[in-house]
């Protein structure tokens, strides 16, 4: 099977249960928006598949092959980190040969193109350049690499608004070109829902929700009136969410959009991404309260 | 196999620059000893004796950092933890074989040229150019090892358990030396000293056996080499 499949994955640190029974699967050619509030689990997970952490629990495989510790793998699987793991004293064209000499896939033309684009300057050591910089360093490298599967870990951390602008076209661009599979974690969700195809929401540790981004912006309204009128349409219905503003009452509601009641003053609205995944958590938090 | 060589070349090639610069400084400061000594006294003599010491203690601190440093950038380009132990140990290996072979060359030349004394050649005298960088890179090798695997105690156990393994080996060091003192029996002492001297190649006839010592260190470097291997397997990105 062409995927990542992550079958029962557990991770504990000390009291922490990072990621309890963990079972999902990135399909091959799809892009997906990994997306989770700060200790979901997101990172850990990301971290299991890249091979940097071991699962306590559970297995990871890619195209059928184990990914644990597994060298068969290399060339398949690619991850952009958040965190700094080149060595800082290298240049940027240096990391650009490393790499190239790594992976057989790595296109280091263009690479130096894209780092003209971005006004990357290559001669520069890492650690000389700007946290945003690092993060475009990063992301061209991941850009030029055409594995099968890359996964983007916070990817336009410290990024301008031009700049990450321009990572969602190359991205774009980049899988016109030749299909394969991006998994990007982000918190900058309403910037994403325009390229994501699949949305896989990850809270305390547990996959909450995995669905396309168009069935559940379709699922996905919020119906706003009376408290009295609200509360009697959201009866039997999946309220993800209520905010109450003085005598207005607002219900965020995950299901097929019935007809409002005849001469009723409810106002029905459609939902955006973010506010989606805001209730979606706000509510898997209550109920863990 | 190529990208293990493409490993090995990283962990090799990125230590250019500070070994040159090491010998750079090392070098530097010997001939600044050796300026003032002939401008006080008018001769001509080495600036300092034994500088395969200070190579070793630079091979120590690149093993420790070979840990911080490299470890993460080649988890970073998808390696496994064999991969990346077998490209260090391989990197271990050739870095000190090339430092072992610039300390025997010129140590060789500035005691036959300036009276400089190399540490093998206190040790085991200057006959033996070829053994000096066998025994030499051994040493080199064996320190990096150690202080690799010191660097993956110290990131699996934390700082102040480290600190407190420190302290216990300490003791335990200072334990042995009381029970040689007051404990064992002088026959059984002066065996261990006896046999410690063998496996360094001081034999009790008054000769000298290369081999030992490079089988001793071998098998020292294997010990703290499969300590590191069985380490690094669960090291986990911190």
Known sequence: MEAIQIKGVTKRYKDVLALDNVSLTFEFGKIYGFLGRNGAGKSTLINIIANRVFADGGEVLIDGIPANENMAVHDKIFCMSEADLYDRDLKVIEHYKWTKRFYSDFDMNKALALSEKYDLDVNKRFRALSKGYQSIFKLIIALSLTVPYVIFDEPVLGLDANHRELFYSLLLKEFEEGERTFIIATHLIEELSNIIEEVVLIDKGKVVLQESVENLLEKGYSISGSAAEVENYCAGRNVIGIEELGGLKIAYIMGEKTALPKDSSLQISAMNLQKLFVKITEKGGEENE | ?238
């Not at chain 2, 070994?19 to 050796?34: A, G, N, R």
């Not at chain 2, 300092?48 to 970073?76: I, P, T």
């Not at chain 2, 990131?155 to 407190?164: D, Q, S």
């Open chain 2, 1 to 238: 196999m190529n990208k293990l060589k493409s490993a090995v070349f990283y962990g090799c090639l990125t230590k250019i620059r500070p070994l040159v610069i090491f010998y750079l400084v090392e070098y530097s400061i010997s001939v600044l000893i050796m300026a003032i000594v002939v401008l006080c006294t008018g001769k001509l003599e080495a600036g300092s004796n034994g500088l395969e010491v200070a190579s070793a203690v630079f091979l120590s601190v690149m093993g420790a950092l070979s840990f911080r440093e490299d470890f993460k950038a080649f988890l970073q380009n998808g390696f496994t933890r064999r991969y990346i132990f077998l490209s260090t140990f391989c990197s271990f290996l050739l870095v000190s074989a090339s430092m072992a072979l610039i300390d025997t060359l010129l140590g060789n030349l500035l005691h036959h040229s300036i009276n400089y004394f190399t540490f093998f050649g206190m040790l085991y005298g200057y006959g033996n150019m070829l053994f000096n960088w066998l025994w030499l890179t051994l040493v080199y090798a064996t320190f990096c090892s150690i202080f690799y695997l010191a660097a993956l105690v110290v990131n699996k156990v934390g700082r102040i358990t480290a600190l407190l393994i420190g302290v216990g080996i300490a003791g335990v060091i200072l334990l042995i030396a009381a029970l040689f003192r007051f404990v064992l029996s002088s026959e059984l002492v002066s065996r261990i000293g006896r046999f410690a001297l063998n496996a360094f190649g001081f034999m009790n006839d008054g000769t000298v056996n290369f081999i030992f010592p490079v089988l001793t260190f071998i098998v020292i470097g294997a010990v703290f080499g499969l300590g590191s291997y069985a380490l690094i397997r669960r090291t986990e990105l911190k």
